[in-house]
């Protein structure tokens, strides 16, 4: 009779762990794809690219512009890092590589690793005619 209420009391053990592990992951998946801020950036779009060595990714680096230097010194430009989950949004900034952009983006509390490296996700992109 012992051996039947140490399992008993092992399956319901059992039972709560695992239903204390779905619920944070269910909760950890709602706060993971809460969007925290949008809005638009613009800039020079300076590089994009696919990387990763398992989950391949879209990176990109935005020149949002900066200071303005002193005579002979090197002024300081600001750098925006983003990346994007839609592989049509991709195709477009790969086109857009050296020139002036405006970015839509998504801000998220926390990403998951196979999304991306950063938290900012661009969903729409538009030149900038200069």
């Known amino acids: 009779m012992d051996n039947n209420k140490a399992a008993s009391i092992l399956k319901k053990g059992f039972i709560i762990v695992f239903g204390l592990l779905l619920l944070a992951g269910i909760l950890y998946y709602f706060i993971a794809g809460y969007t925290y801020s949008e809005g638009n950036r613009a800039g020079l779009l300076i590089k994009f690219s696919r990387k ?37 949004v991709a195709e477009k900034l790969m086109k857009y590589e050296g020139k002036y952009v405006s970015l839509h983006y998504k801000e998220v509390i926390k990403n998951f690793f196979w999304q991306g490296e950063t938290r900012y996700f661009v969903d729409d992109v538009e030149e900038i005619k200069r």
């Not at 002193?70 to 983003?82: L, S």
């Open 52 to 88: 990763g060595y398992i989950f391949k990714t879209y990176e990109g680096e935005l020149n949002l512009g900066g200071l303005q230097p002193a005579p002979n010194t090197v002024g300081v430009n600001m750098i925006w890092k983003f990346s994007v989950r839609d592989k049509a």
